[in-house]
C-alpha cells in the first residue's frame, strides 16, 4: 500500500500570505496529482505530474503553482493566500495513468482557511 | 459541465441491508471506474474499480456494476455495516485524468 504524506494537516492564515502545502510519498510512483475539494462537493484536479521536472495544469484553475524537483516530493504553493482558497487540498499518486485502471492513493489532506 | 454526477447526495440504511449507490457520466471516453470511500478528515481511499469492458466486479461485500449503454453504474454493498458509513465518491477515468461526482453519504444505523 502506498505510502502519501501531506503536511499540515490543518492551516489557518490571513490573507496575503505565502503558503506551501508539502506532499510527499515513498512509493516511487511517477505520477502525483493535487485535488481541491470543497465541503459536500467533487474532488477538481488542479495540478499533475507525470515525472520529475514535469508538471500540467489540470481542469480547475487554480493560482497556486507546483514543483517536481524530486520523484517524491510535490509541493503546492500559493504565494498570495485569499480567503476564495479556503477549501481541502488533496495530493495523491499512482504509479500508472488511472486510465489504464491504476487507481490514486491519497494523502489526508490539507484543510486550508484563509481570513 | 459535470461528466461524473452522483444524483443522491445521502442515503441511511439499516445494519446488514444492502446499499446502492448509484453514478452517471456523460464522456463515452472514460474506460476505467473507480469507487472511493472518504471518512472525515481523511484522504480517498480505493475501494474498488471495473474495466469500461466489463458489466460487473465483486469484491467481498462490494459489487459494482456497469452499463455503459445507459452509462450508468452502481456500487452494491450487502450486508451493510456500520463501519461503512462515510462519504463514497465515484471516479472516471480517461487517459491521464480522473474525474469524480460530488459523493453520496451513506448512513449504515445499527
Known amino acids: 500500500e502506498a505510502d502519501i504524506y501531506q503536511t499540515p494537516r490543518y492551516l489557518v492564515i490571513g490573507t496575503g500570505k505565502k503558503i506551501t502545502l508539502e506532499c510527499s510519498q515513498t512509493?516511487?510512483?511517477?505520477?502525483m496529482y493535487w485535488y481541491q475539494q470543497d465541503p459536500g462537493m467533487e474532488l477538481h484536479l488542479i495540478h499533475y505530474?507525470?515525472?520529475?521536472?514535469?508538471?500540467e495544469k489540470g481542469d480547475l484553475s487554480s493560482e497556486s503553482t507546483v514543483s517536481r524537483i524530486r520523484t517524491e516530493h510535490f509541493p503546492l504553493t500559493l504565494e498570495s493566500a485569499r480567503p476564495s482558497h479556503t477549501s481541502q487540498y488533496l495530493c495523491?499518486?499512482?504509479?500508472?495513468?488511472?486510465?489504464?485502471?491504476?487507481?490514486?492513493?491519497f494523502g489526508n489532506g490539507t484543510r486550508l482557511t484563509v481570513t | 459541465d459535470q461528466q461524473v454526477k452522483q444524483n443522491s447526495p445521502s442515503l441511511s440504511v439499516q445494519e446488514g441491508r444492502i446499499s446502492i449507490l448509484n453514478c452517471d457520466y456523460t464522456?463515452?471516453?472514460?474506460?476505467?471506474f473507480l469507487w472511493y470511500k472518504k471518512y472525515p478528515a481523511e484522504g480517498p481511499t480505493f475501494l474498488i474499480s471495473?474495466?469500461?469492458?466489463?458489466d460487473k466486479n465483486e469484491d467481498g461485500r462490494f459489487t459494482v456494476f456497469l452499463n455503459k449503454s445507459a452509462k450508468h453504474l452502481s456500487l452494491h454493498i450487502v450486508p451493510s455495516q456500520p463501519g461503512d458509513s462515510a462519504v463514497y465518491f465515484c471516479?472516471?477515468?480517461?487517459?491521464?485524468?480522473?474525474?469524480f461526482g460530488g459523493g453520496t453519504r451513506v448512513l449504515v444505523k445499527p
Open positions: 495523491a499518486s499512482s504509479p500508472r495513468d488511472p486510465g489504464g485502471g491504476s487507481p490514486l492513493h
Open positions: 512509493m516511487g510512483h511517477d505520477k
Open positions: 505530474s507525470y515525472g520529475v521536472n514535469s508538471t
Open positions: 464522456n463515452s471516453m472514460f474506460d476505467y
Open positions: 471495473i474495466s469500461s469492458i466489463k
Open positions: 471516479a472516471a477515468a480517461a487517459g491521464n485524468k480522473l474525474t
